[in-house]
């Protein structure tokens, strides 16, 4: 089993800034692909960000030179730092990683979210 802890999410004024973590336990053999996913309410959930096990990232263009993902894989943690924050980047911030478990194989655990809300 693995397990992920979200972390960081909560109210900020539009032009702030917000910094989200999600850390993961458990069975991992090995962390691939880490990433952040959002879904607002009525829409569905879409990619925000993500990063390989190698470092290359991808973003969402709604986001870019806005928000940095990172990861630190010694400590099995992707981050995301969010600046220049806008009332339309209200939503639940999802995590998803790509693991290779010990047990079961090659497997994507998603974190139970957390709320990020931008008040104009």
């Known amino acids: 089993q693995v397990q992920l802890v979200e972390s960081g999410g909560g109210l900020v004024e539009a032009g702030g800034s917000l910094g989200l973590s999600c850390a993961a336990s458990?069975?991992?053999?090995?962390?691939?692909?880490m990433g952040w996913y959002r879904q607002a309410a009525g829409k569905q959930r879409e990619l925000v960000a993500a990063?390989?096990?190698?470092?290359?990232?991808n973003y969402a263009d709604s986001v870019k030179g806005r928000f940095t993902v990172s990861r630190d894989s010694t400590k099995n943690t992707v981050y995301l730092q969010m600046s220049s924050l806008k009332p339309e980047d209200t939503a639940v911030y999802y995590c998803?990683?790509?693991?290779?478990?010990?047990?079961?194989?090659?497997?994507?655990?998603w974190g139970k979210g957390t709320l990020v809300t931008v008040s104009s």
């Open positions: 990063i390989t096990s190698g470092g290359v990232t």
């Open positions: 458990g069975s991992i053999r090995s962390l691939h692909s």
């Open positions: 998803k990683i790509a693991v290779v478990t010990q047990f079961a194989g090659a497997m994507d655990y």
